[in-house]
């Protein structure tokens, strides 16, 4: 592979990959079931390293008749688990937890080559809020008749969990930790492009002996989480993807019992003010869309500018864009790695061309990208309309696109100009300005004078098409329990 | 010859907007008394008078989320206090919708006052009993508070013409949220009382907005409709097909559904916190603590 990009602004580095030596991928997997890997009676498909295109391993496709056996299991466990003291079922989770940092390197490298996500990502940001995670909830085991949801707090049952690939382990734990602090049974699919490390917690459970049937991993695509969505015997779907899947859940579960948390799309607006320190916002916008290659439902995909400084916001944005280095996930420098799947390539690839033939500016530093897997520059268009479809649907990846605006008034007009609303971001110097415009925007999240920041105690989730129910915090335990009132 | 005075009657009208309209489709259906006879004409809502209802909300929602919880509170026990004034007049009105006694009449007008004075002291805790500051890992100020969805869909619940009605508006009005409320098809005259009382005690026009219809009929263009951000479906309670036909065509745009339960629920009960949390998104803010 090409050694990270030499830029116009950077300096060069040599290369510091991070040895994957570490990490043992199996040539083949199976699912977890009932605390151990059977083969699946449906067929296989490949998961590769989208940095390279090179097959990883073979991972089983869950039929429905899997699916049936991995929510038969989850209810066997189920009572069990229920019954077992809050205080008991709390030390299992503080072991994986413990478990998840002892292995934390392991964790990060295997994320970083399933998935593509740069290793100072996967080492610093994924890996240890995923022991966070489990920690955090692990504390709420023994102690969720003070949360406020009730004297009697009972679990929902079985959870069906539905999870992305742009942050693959760490959407397991926002699942699982609060479901299995809560008493509830799991059946996890992982998404298609991303296996591995959901295959790797199952390991985790192993190794923390955790009772059988707790936590079932159930490896497919699309149709394994219909079916996970649709079994009759699933209490709660929690879902985390497109807003497109997340619609056809909410028909699925339609007339049933079943209770839901969705985390869909998102389109967010990173506002940023005249009087903003601007190095400061800058570095703002730069983590809020190239974070992860732009594979961020809370993405600051949207930078609204005020006019009176768009131009040197701008200046100052291109000069830091030439200085990200995109290449190798595992090499130390990186700062943009693999797009996740040649899908989604080609999504991105779409919609800029979009962008472009509508008429925005398109910009992207000068990048030297390796030439196998997947990649795409950091890219920026400005000249961008509210009408334009670069500025309306999500684009998955690392591009932005500017708009202008003269008052708040008018920032609060085009930031909620969206069907979504799962995040916001605010630039500003003054606080009153801060309150106002963070009460006015339409949106669960608001970053104000920093952008994508994520702890297992805070809350996160949408208004609008973005979804509904919220995950972490106290807030993410009601989405598991009987009568969870927030 | 006794010179006997002739009674007038009183139209029964929609409530949009603050205004009482009669339908757009100029459709108007019998109501009728427990015992089946003839009391007045109600006005037949149609989808136009659904779609300006939510045209009516959708500009009541900015001033009225934006009023501070206290006065949205004192508005409330405003709405508690002129009711409280009419109370004969909506004894009446339960006996002949619902074939009560005059005793129990009296006891679900009571109760619809003290259930919205309980709501009324909502407005200013609600945020500080659901939402919290969060201890993150970080040199941040992090809370979480809740605030209203928007425009909420409500079809009241069929048999408790008042007490059920008031049960189920005051929780979505009190979280900030704005109504658009289908009342029970059979007995809907209290509901339009309701509307002249809300036209009365400050509430601002359409805030609160009030058809009477069909839920079947009127049920779908509200679940359907784009800017509607929720749905509360107990009116449909007991029609498990059509409630799922609802909450799927609520999907399209994500539209939050309360859904309807297996049968009316007790309304003498305390409702708990699920009437409001049901119409709350909770909205959570982050900023770096530095010097």
Not at chain 1, 26 to 55: M, R, W
Not at chain 1, 318 to 325: A, N, P, S, V
Request: aromatic residues 8%; contains cysteine.
């Amino acid at each position: 592979m090409a050694s990270t990009s030499s830029t116009t602004g950077g300096f060069e580095y040599a290369p510091a990959p991070e040895s994957r030596s570490i990490v043992d991928i199996k040539p083949s997997y199976g699912l977890f079931v009932d605390g151990d890997f059977v083969d699946g009676q449906g067929s296989s498909f490949k998961t590769i390293n989208p940095a390279t295109e090179e097959t990883l391993a073979e991972v089983a496709e869950a039929s429905e008749a899997d699916v049936d056996l991995a929510v038969r299991a989850a209810r066997r466990a189920f009572r069990g688990w229920s019954r077992m003291s809050g205080r008991e079922r709390a030390k299992y989770l503080f072991r994986i937890a413990r478990i998840i940092q002892e292995r934390g390197r392991e964790l990060a490298v295997l994320e970083s080559i399933d998935n593509g996500k740069p290793i100072k990502e996967s080492r610093d940001v994924d890996v240890p809020i995923v022991a966070a995670h489990f920690f955090y909830y692990a504390g709420w085991a023994d102690k969720l008749e003070y949360a406020g949801l009730g004297a009697n707090p009972r679990p929902l049952g079985v959870a069906g969990q539905v999870i992305p690939w742009n942050f693959p382990l760490l959407m397991l734990a926002w699942k699982v930790a609060p479901a299995l602090a809560c008493g509830n049974t799991v059946v996890l699919k992982p998404a298609e492009t991303t296996p591995l490390t959901a295959l790797l917690f199952a390991e985790i459970c192993q190794q923390a002996d955790l009772p059988p049937g707790v936590v079932n991993i159930v490896t497919g695509a699309g149709a394994t989480g219909q079916a996970i969505v649709a079994h009759p015997d699933v209490d709660k779907v929690a879902f985390t993807g497109s807003t497109e899947v997340g619609k056809a859940i909410a028909r699925t579960v339609a007339g049933s019992d079943k209770r839901v948390t969705l985390e869909l799309g998102g389109k967010a607006a990173n506002i940023v003010f005249d009087d903003a320190p601007i190095d400061q916002a800058v570095e703002g916008i730069v983590s809020g869309i190239f974070f992860n290659q732009g594979h961020v439902c809370c993405a600051g995909s949207r930078l609204l500018v005020q006019e009176s400084v768009a131009d040197e916001v701008l200046a100052r944005l291109k000069r830091r864009m030439g200085t990200l280095r995109v290449g190798d996930p595992l090499d130390k420098n990186t700062d943009i790695g693999a797009i996740n799947s040649s899908e989604q390539l080609a999504r991105i690839r779409e919609l800029s061309d979009v962008g472009e033939a509508e008429g925005a500016e398109r910009w992207a530093p000068a990048c030297d990208l390796p030439s196998s897997g997947f990649w795409f520059p950091p890219t920026v268009f400005t000249g961008v309309t509210q009408a334009h479809r670069i500025a309306r649907e999500e684009v998955f990846g690392p591009v932005l696109s500017v708009l202008t605006f003269r008052t708040p008034a008018e920032a609060v007009e085009k930031a909620n100009n969206t069907p979504y609303g799962l995040s916001a971001g605010v630039w500003t110097e003054k606080g009153s300005r801060i309150l106002h415009m963070a009460s006015q925007l339409r949106a669960g999240v608001v970053w104000a004078n920093t952008f994508n920041k994520f702890d297992p105690a805070s809350p996160f989730g949408g208004f609008k098409e973005s979804g509904y129910g919220r995950e972490g915090g106290r807030q993410g335990l009601a989405a598991y329990l009987q009568g969870g009132d927030l | 010859m006794a010179a006997s005075r002739i009674d007038v009657r009183k139209t029964y009208k929609l409530y949009i907007g603050g205004a009482f309209p009669r339908s757009e489709s100029g459709h108007s259906y019998e109501v009728t008394d427990s015992k089946g006879r003839f009391v007045a004409n109600a006005a037949l809502a149609s989808r136009k008078d659904v779609r300006d209802a939510v045209v009516a909300a959708r500009k009541a929602f900015g001033p009225w989320s934006a009023r501070t919880a206290y006065n949205r509170g004192q508005i409330l026990y405003r709405i508690a206090e002129v009711m409280e004034d009419r109370r004969p007049q909506f004894e009446e009105a339960v006996r002949q919708s619902e074939g009560a006694s005059a005793a129990a009449a009296r006891a679900q007008v009571d109760a619809a006052v003290d259930r919205l004075v309980w709501y009324a002291g909502w407005a200013d805790k609600l945020a500080q009993v659901i939402g919290n500051a969060n201890p993150v890992a970080g040199p941040f100020f992090n809370h979480t508070a809740p605030e209203p969805t928007g425009v909420v869909g409500v079809l009241a619940p069929q048999s408790s013409s008042l007490l059920g009605l008031v049960s189920v508006v005051a929780p979505v009005i009190v979280t900030g949220n704005v109504a658009v409320v289908v009342s029970s098809y059979a007995r809907p005259l209290p509901a339009v009382t309701f509307a002249e009382v809300l036209a009365t005690s400050d509430v601002p026009g359409g805030v609160v907005n009030i058809l009477t219809g069909d839920a079947a009929v009127l049920g779908p263009w509200l679940a359907s409709h784009m800017d509607v951000n929720a749905i509360d479906l107990c009116g449909v309670a007991g029609s498990p097909d059509l409630a799922t036909s609802l909450e799927v065509a609520a999907a399209d745009n994500l539209t939050r559904v309360r859904r309807a339960p297996d049968a009316e629920p007790d309304w003498s009960a305390e409702p708990g916190l699920a009437p409001m949390t049901a119409f709350v998104e909770q909205k959570t803010v982050w900023h770096p603590i530095g010097i």
